[in-house]
Structures are given as structure tokens and as C-alpha cells.
């Protein structure tokens, strides 16, 4: 069953930057594309970015130009480059598959606050 540790979230002031870290157990990680996800307080979860197995990447239009996804199959890791973090950026992290491969197995994220 595959499994995603994510990490590398915190508290940010607005306009400063974080890298997030996402950590895939499991075979095949390769064959599948793969997203970030967040959830913010009350709200539900929504797609952040994503990219495919051939490194074509897509994002949510609140973080165009501003977020960036990358893939390190050798180390079955993915990443997510946030800057120029804004106020409404504050939410829960995940990593998993992309649609139509996203999994139940969600990890437990990563907290990314962006506050003064």
C-alpha cells in the first residue's frame, strides 16, 4: 500500500518562501503523476498543482507563477516550491497521485502558516 510523509511546512511572513518535501513509499511511484493538495481551516480539499510522469506540470490559478512542482523518481520524492506566499496560502499540505490514481491513503500533510 503506498504511503506519503510530507514535509517542510511552518510559519511563513507573506511574500517569503518554502519548500515542501513529499515522500512516496511503495513500487511504480515512476508510472504515476503526481499532485499537491491543501486544505484550509473549514474549507475543503483542493488541487494545488500536478504533474505527470513526463515532468508536464499544471496548477490551480490562485498559485500560477508563484508555485512550482518537481519529481525526483530515483528518490520517489516530490516537491512543491512555494513563494511570494500570500495570507490565503495558510492550509494543510498533502501530496498523492494524481487524478484519476489519487489514493485514500492521504498522509497526515504538512502546515504551512503565512502570517506577519
Known amino acids: 500500500q503506498v504511503q506519503f510523509v510530507e514535509s517542510g511546512g511552518g510559519l511563513v511572513q507573506p511574500g517569503g518562501s518554502l519548500r515542501l518535501t513529499c515522500a512516496a513509499s511503495g513500487s511504480f511511484f515512476q508510472s504515476f503523476p503526481m499532485g499537491w493538495y491543501r486544505q484550509a481551516p473549514g474549507k475543503q480539499r483542493d488541487l494545488v498543482a500536478t504533474?505527470?510522469?513526463?515532468?508536464?506540470?499544471n496548477y490551480g490559478d490562485s498559485v500560477k507563477g508563484r508555485f512550482s512542482i518537481s519529481r525526483d523518481n530515483a528518490k520517489n520524492t516530490v516537491y512543491l516550491q512555494m513563494n511570494s506566499l500570500k495570507p490565503e496560502d495558510t492550509a494543510v499540505y498533502y501530496c498523492?497521485?494524481?487524478?484519476?490514481?489519487?489514493?485514500?491513503?492521504w498522509g497526515q500533510g504538512t502546515e504551512v502558516t503565512v502570517s506577519s
Open positions: 504533474i505527470t510522469t513526463g515532468g508536464t506540470t
Open positions: 498523492n497521485r494524481g487524478s484519476p490514481y489519487t489514493t485514500r491513503s
